[in-house]
């Protein structure tokens, strides 16, 4: 019997010291930062490890001066719009290729995941000149609307919506509901997980947006988090432990979110693994 549990006892010790291994490279630069938000600006880079001299100045200062109060909100405000507009649509445009038969869906599907293949920066010319023409400009419009639609999120719910057997259209039909009737009692609830999954990655993706928000900005009250950190970290270019601060104050809501929906992003992800 010891013979054969001692290679199980040396494999069990191997993945639990990988992990730890792994746990340790993941968790020390999160601390590291952690312990430089807490700390005054002449006491950083004392002891840098260790949290000494703990204040709470460092993030106050850093809330103040970068307006991460407004940022917060306009992120928050434009993530949620997104996150909102980007399920509805996929959810629609995911029915329609997985349920209805017209000329060409084939293609247009096609031509769906062909803009996958368009990185943003080629349209951010175009789009900028789009929303000033519009007077969009310094607007939640202007940061949310190119941004209501992703083909990820028809791809994604349609392969959900492909799974479902068709014993259930049928059914449906029989019992007198039609395509939004089925799509609203049958489909959504089925496709829950994977819907989750979907709104838990438009909003991590639009709060953390640098790119768009920078280029359509240009009043510091229409700054979101990561534009308003880069304003922070010009403006204090010679206070290094704020925009840590600032990091972390930013970097919070995240947190929560992904401790709060890990479950709802893991089963999301495996729901139209397996076809059944």
Do not use: C
Request: hydrophobic share 55%; net charge positive.
């Amino acid at each position: 019997m010891a013979t054969s549990t001692m290679p199980r006892g040396w494999r069990l010790a191997g993945r639990y010291t990988l992990l730890i291994a792994l746990a340790i490279v993941v968790l020390f630069p999160i601390w590291v930062m952690l312990v430089g938000a807490f700390k005054p600006g002449n006491k950083v880079l004392q002891n840098p490890l260790l949290p000494t001299h703990v204040t709470l100045d460092t993030l106050r200062e850093a809330w103040r001066d970068g307006n991460l109060g407004r940022a917060l909100v306009n992120s928050t405000i434009v993530a949620l719009i997104v996150t909102v507009a980007q399920v509805v649509t996929a959810v629609l445009s995911a029915y329609a290729f997985a349920f209805l038969r017209f000329p060409g869906r084939t293609f247009v599907f096609g031509v769906f995941l062909a803009t996958l293949l368009v990185p943003f920066e080629a349209t951010v010319v175009v789009n900028r000149s789009t929303v000033q023409d519009l007077g969009w400009l310094n607007s939640y419009q202007g940061l949310a609307v190119p941004f209501l639609a992703t083909a990820f999120g028809t791809f994604l719910v349609r392969q959900v919506f492909l799974t479902l057997p068709k014993d259930l259209r049928e059914a449906a039909r029989m019992d007198g509901l039609g395509h939004l009737g089925f799509l609203r009692e049958v489909a959504v609830p089925l496709a829950r997980p994977t819907l989750g999954a979907l709104a838990l990655f438009g909003f991590l993706s639009t709060w953390n947006q640098y790119l768009w928000p920078t280029t359509i900005s240009t009043d510091d009250d229409w700054n979101t988090v990561q534009s308003g950190l880069r304003a922070l970290a010009q403006a204090q270019i010679d206070k290094p432990n704020l925009v840590i601060a600032g990091t972390v104050i930013v970097a919070l809501p995240i947190f929560v979110i992904l401790l709060v929906f890990q479950r709802q992003l893991v089963r999301g992800l495996t729901a139209g693994a397996v076809k059944g």
